[in-house]
């Protein structure tokens, strides 16, 4: 049998893009006739990534023709009023994102102060939005303006009231939104901003609305900032129906319903899969000991701080050297505590960074009283009770009182086991969000976003990759929402440019780009010596030396010179003394 054409879902704004999930005029899908096969054609589309699974994959991808991909800058829905912002400066680090979203409202001085215009043109509006979206530490604030319903504050139609059951759903289409975290609710605002009047319901597994985690390992563990200041502001008024506390166990396509705890299933017209990752464990590791604990939810913040406290913490050891054990470092030196870092690999941040600047950020830790072991495992975990002893693989015996571990996440994708999806790291998608399954195929009404979502942004190569950093969170729910609206034929491609940031001891680490693509490093301006410069990461391809990041200490100014060029080729004219290799 075959799926006919109904045309669009709900009548559409003049000036809105998207079709919402519409089938293409006159197209008709067949159904799949391979036997055995789980799911029927008509809920999947030839993939351009399609492949039999035991194809092996290639060792490197060459990067596509640097003009090939869009412009750095995401694609806003414009606003048709006049907002006010206002920044908090206890709050505010200093970052410069919100010039960088938003250079006509924001401007960070040569002397390192923020400037700002309260009073924001309707033309502007959008883009101040935004640099409140992106913005770590939640310091400004936004008000007025259009609302999250897809009309401006005076002229928005009355909502009709959100139902369930048989009824609703003969008369009302519905998007289910995975996941309560940023990616999830940046993906239903751009929802309700291309128009979309319909049910949106989301699911979140935590019992609060969302809000920001970079701060949790610093700020908010050492009590600068509480739960309250880190709850999202840019999108307060979104017209949704939460789940919170709610656990999702199974996806099943071809009925295309949710599976919630209980064996409550929550049908949908269309999904978007925005569930994150969980930090990662040690299996060695004691389970029920009080003083092991991880951070990547606002609730493991909390248990850090208690168990702190309760143990009284004088010597606290941190496992890991990404950004997150590093961070801990800062925080936990920060309040008088002794700390040693313990890493498996050498230097600190390398994979992200690489060995050179990774060696910079130890010297930073070091400096700061950080005892950073480099190369060394813990072979064996002692709880006392009163404290822990750890016998690390060089033989050495430490004793501590409290443990955090920062080794990194996993993506969520637990629920997503038999479901017909590739889930082998992450949700595999097309380059337009559009998930892809396990025989290659994309699934029409599907997408992903976020921390979980695995894809290939054709800026660098056709390689899929997951991207964790807060912006980026941002920026691929506005594009999966708009993605799933449009369906994968008319859908663009997402192509965006990853930034992240982070402050070791006082100094200030920015980065645009994938520093890890990078074989060969040189510093542009400043110099490592002095800690404070930009270094920009290239790799060869066939169409010249290929700039993938740029990384800046304490430049945050010069570090928007070198965004435009993430992705692109270039003249390879660089001199051989300025040369360094990873």
Known sequence: MTEPHTGPWYPMPVNAAPVPLAEPPGHQLQPHTQPGHPYPQRYMQPSPLARPVQRPEPAHREPVQSDSFELVHPVLVPEGEPVRVGVDNNRCHIYGICQQEAPEV?????????????????????????AVRCCPMQAITIRGGQSTAGGSAGDRRPARPLRSGSAARASR??????????????????????????????????ARRPYSRPPLSKQYLSGDLSG?????????????????????????????????????????????????VDAKRLPEAPVFSERVRTIRTLEDADAVRRAMLAARAHHVVILGGGFVGCELACTAREHGMDVTLVVHSAPLLRRVLGSEIGEVVGDIQ???????????????????????????????????????????SVPRTEWLRGSGLDVSDGVLCGPTCHVVDQWGRTVRRVVAAGDVARWPNPRFDAEPRRVEHLIHAVEMGQHAADALLRGPERAARFTPVPRFWSEQHGTRIQAVGIPALGTEVEVVEGSLRSERFVARYSRSTSYGPQTVAAVAFDMPLELLAYRDEIGRARPDSRTANRRRRR
């Open 366 to 408: 070091r400096r700061a009283g950080v005892d950073v072991r480099l190369g060394v495992e813990i072979r064996d975990w002692q709880d006392h009770g009163d404290g822990l002893r750890l016998r690390l693989s060089d033989g050495e015996v430490l004793d501590c009182d409290f443990v955090v571990l920062g080794l990194g």
């Open 106 to 130: 924001f401007r960070v001085s040569e002397g390192g102060s923020l400037h700002y215009t309260r009073s924001v043109p309707a033309e502007f509006a959008a883009q101040a939005r935004q």
């Open 228 to 276: 309250e200041d880190l709850t999202f502001r840019a999108d307060e008024a979104l017209d949704a129906h939460w789940l919170l506390d709610t656990r999702m166990v199974g996806l099943d396509i071809e009925k295309r319903s949710v599976e919630l705890r209980g064996g409550e299933l929550l049908p949908f017209d269309g999904l978007v899969i925005a569930t994150g």
């Open 173 to 206: 289409k519905r998007i289910v939104v995975a996941g309560g975290g940023l990616a999830g609710v940046s993906a239903a605002t751009r929802i309700r901003e291309r128009g979309f009047d319909g049910e949106l319901v989301m699911v979140g597994e935590e």
